[in-house]
């Protein structure tokens, strides 16, 4: 249903959802201005204390850009003075929820400017939804840190454009979009905006303002104006070096990737003009086209490319961005959105891998989704067919399950017949395994915790007969070409071989594949939590045992920190042994999927050989690998709860002498391909293994 609360239940959940998002907003809220509130004087809204401070610029009798620490425009200055006073009094309180007020209605302002057709409900749950995205991006959550301005020149674009209305309107709205340019002068670029979707007078009273306001600067403060449109251009150059990482404008990546002086200058002015004529063509023609919202958001790219310098904090215009709708298809659909929340909410180096030939990517991903979505995405029109109603997914039917609740109501975990998207697919696993190492290095533990469960565990084993470890490490290091073995088999084959059998899957057996992938991120998490609880101390670090650490050579267990190994993975991670479990995963798909017995026999050979090889190292107790194996098999028993068999239903095929006749019979899953592999057909109800037989 379109608008309005549904009767009986569905009213009562949509109600639930409701209250849900907006705790989860509030909650996000208060983390957000208790992390800043928290912070001692000295260290919280360091921007504003260079400011209010008692040596702050808006205290000193001198220039407002003597101390090189502020970078707000002469207007900016101007206004910020008189608000001094208020601000040292209440110690950035009011500063920190006057902050928090504008994010929320930054939010409630976005949602109520989607695109339509969209229901009221639709509308009423995007609000909290935008609050509680706006909320964690690392543009607010700097802007906070810093105590800047930035979301008020977003906010001001638009009211003027969603909000103000009566008969002066255009005007009003231009006087706000004016106010937000001189405040963050690449806001000017609204004018032209205005002025090509025929909003001429508010293109006007924009530029007037913003004239206006950046004339009284001046006036007040002509020093300070030179200094900042013209010693500096426009600020470039305030506060960090414009080639620093935090500058994500086109000017900042021509310094960072080496380009400096005349040249810098024309190719920067060259790309700019490009960007500005395209930017602006494309964003008139969302405009006319009824996504006012998306028009405003590719503006605001425009205005974060060509500026000479665009801070962390003033990116907020990407993601408005999200908005736009991309793909013909609906499992397509989520690409775009993903990209610009992550690239809003995690840094580059949890985005891409640490690998010297994606150094100038990883360094610029704002600005690369600043410009994608300013002149490269193709973002739909209202008048495509696929606007509202993409190409559907085909998901698979899994057969019948041995109990009547599986699997559970969860539809994210059905399984896809065709390949999911590649790019969300890369980006699910990168930024997956991202979260994992930093939580598998935050979830260090102590030393005498870890080396407590090491002889627990010690001492399980030699109860059970199995503690083996000393005598197999022993053997092998006696021989020379076991040692060498072992050590590059456990330092060469644990990524390889889980991406490897992913990328089969992905290409040769779509439907297994996310089977697959959902066992092993289950399974990953489950780790996790062992590690978080149970610290452990492998065999190479456990004091007064005479192990041999033959992968990362003598180690000082004097010292605590261990070297420089801490500084790149947790040392104590070591009960579940994901070493073999991932091993494990790999021959159980392999045995499941695979045709051939000889397959399945090598496949077998992969969690053998890693067993013996985190034992031979040092760096497991077999208790760990018995881990290993429980949290696999429990990553498989979740998928099953979830998503059910991994057998598929297969449809029976079309009867085409009767043309009326529904040609996927009770209990398919209404899809033409089956299971997605032609040389699966067979009866209807026939149960066969998902994708077909591999080749």
């Given amino acids: 249903m379109r608008g309005g609360a549904a009767p009986g239940g569905v009213g009562t959940g949509f109600g639930t959802a409701r209250a849900v998002l907006w705790l989860v907003a509030?909650?996000?809220?208060?983390?957000?201005?208790?992390?800043?509130?928290?912070q001692p004087p000295g260290r919280r809204l360091t921007d504003l204390e260079t400011w209010t401070g008692d040596n702050g610029v808006l205290h000193v009798a001198g220039s407002l850009y003597s101390t090189g620490k502020f970078t707000g425009t002469p207007f900016a200055g101007l206004v910020l003075k008189p608000l001094t006073r208020s601000a040292e009094e209440s110690l950035g309180i009011v500063w920190t929820f006057a902050t928090l007020l504008l994010v929320v209605a930054l939010g409630v302002v976005a949602a109520r400017a989607l695109p339509g057709p969209v229901s009221r409900r639709?509308?009423?749950?995007?609000?909290?939804?935008?609050i509680s995205l706006l909320m964690v991006s690392l543009p607010v959550r700097n802007s906070f840190h810093l105590g800047q301005t930035s979301i008020l020149p977003v906010l001001l674009v638009l009211v003027g454009c969603f909000v103000v209305r009566g008969p002066r309107a255009r005007q009003a709205a231009g006087v706000l979009i004016g106010l937000g340019a001189a405040l963050q002068p690449g806001v000017v670029l609204f004018a032209p905006l205005l002025w090509f979707t025929g909003r001429r007078k508010a293109a006007a009273t924009t530029v007037g303002t913003f004239a206006v306001c950046t004339a009284l600067a001046w006036a007040a403060l002509p020093k300070d104006s030179w200094t900042y449109w013209v010693h500096h251009i426009a600020g470039a150059g305030l506060g960090d070096s414009p080639d620093s990482l935090a500058n994500q404008s086109l000017h900042g990546a021509l310094l960072r990737i080496g380009l400096s002086g005349p040249l810098e200058i024309a190719v920067f002015v060259v790309l700019a003009a490009a960007v500005v004529y395209f930017g602006l063509r494309r964003a008139v023609r969302y405009a006319q086209d009824g996504q006012l919202l998306l028009a405003v958001a590719v503006t605001g790219c425009v205005s974060v490319a060509v500026s000479p310098t665009a801070w962390q904090h003033q990116l907020l215009w990407i993601l408005?961005?999200?908005v736009g709708r991309v793909g013909k298809r609906a499992k397509d659909r989520l690409v775009w959105p993903a990209v610009v929340v992550l690239v809003m909410t995690l840094p580059g180096t949890m985005l891409l891998p640490n690998m010297a030939m994606l150094y100038p990517l990883r360094e610029n991903v704002p600005l690369f989704a600043a410009l994608a979505a300013a002149v490269a995405v193709p973002f739909l029109p209202r008048a495509s067919q696929y606007f509202d109603r993409p190409v559907p997914t085909d998901y698979a039917q899994p057969v019948p399950s041995r109990w009547?609740?599986?699997?559970?109501?969860?539809?994210?975990?059905?399984?896809?017949?065709?390949?999911?998207?590649?790019?969300?697919?890369?980006?699910?696993?990168?930024?997956?395994?991202?979260?994992?190492?930093?939580?598998?290095?935050?979830?260090t533990g102590g030393r005498t915790e870890a080396e407590a469960h090491g002889r627990q565990v010690i001492s399980i084993e030699r109860a059970l007969g199995i503690d083996i470890e000393e005598w197999v490490n022993r053997t092998v290091v006696h021989l020379g070409w076991a040692e060498k073995f072992f050590d590059f088999y456990y330092e060469t084959f644990h990524f390889i071989l889980p991406l490897t059998v992913l990328a089969v899957l992905y290409v040769r057996r779509p439907a297994d594949y996310r089977w697959a992938r959902s066992s092993l991120g289950f399974a990953t998490i489950l780790a996790l939590i062992g590690f978080w609880f149970y610290p452990l101390a492998p065999p190479r670090l456990m004091p007064g045992l005479s192990f041999i650490d033959t992968v990362h050579g003598p180690q000082d267990l004097a010292n605590p920190s261990y070297g420089a190994m801490t500084a790149l993975t947790n040392q104590y991670a070591a009960m579940p042994s994901l070493h073999f479990g991932w091993s494990l995963w790999c021959g159980l798909v392999i045995v499941v999927l695979a045709p051939k017995l000889w397959m399945k026999l090598l496949a077998l050979l992969h969690p053998l050989f890693t067993v013996c090889a985190i034992v031979a190292t040092a760096n497991h107790w077999v208790l760990d690998a018995v881990g290993g194996a429980a949290v696999v098999g429990a990553g498989f028993g979740l998928t099953y709860l979830l998503a059910g068999p991994r057998k598929l239903v297969t449809?029976?095929?079309?009867?085409?002498?009767?043309?009326?006749?529904?040609?996927?019979?009770?209990?398919?899953?209404?899809?033409?391909?089956?299971?997605?592999?032609?040389d699966d057909a067979g009866p209807a109800g026939a149960?066969?293994?998902a994708g077909g037989p591999a080749g």
């Fill in 26 to 38: 509030a909650v996000l809220a208060v983390r957000q201005a208790t992390a800043v509130l928290r």
């Fill in 122 to 130: 639709t509308r009423i749950l995007a609000a909290p939804v935008a």
């Fill in 320 to 322: 408005l961005a999200v």
């Fill in 404 to 443: 009547s609740r599986v699997p559970l109501a969860a539809p994210v975990w059905r399984r896809l017949l065709s390949r999911p998207n590649l790019v969300l697919e890369l980006l699910v696993i990168r930024v997956g395994y991202s979260v994992y190492s930093h939580i598998r290095l935050a979830a």
């Fill in 651 to 678: 449809p029976a095929p079309k009867e085409p002498a009767d043309a009326d006749r529904d040609p996927f019979p009770q209990g398919s899953n209404g899809s033409k391909g089956g299971n997605g592999d032609k």
């Fill in 687 to 689: 149960s066969v293994p």
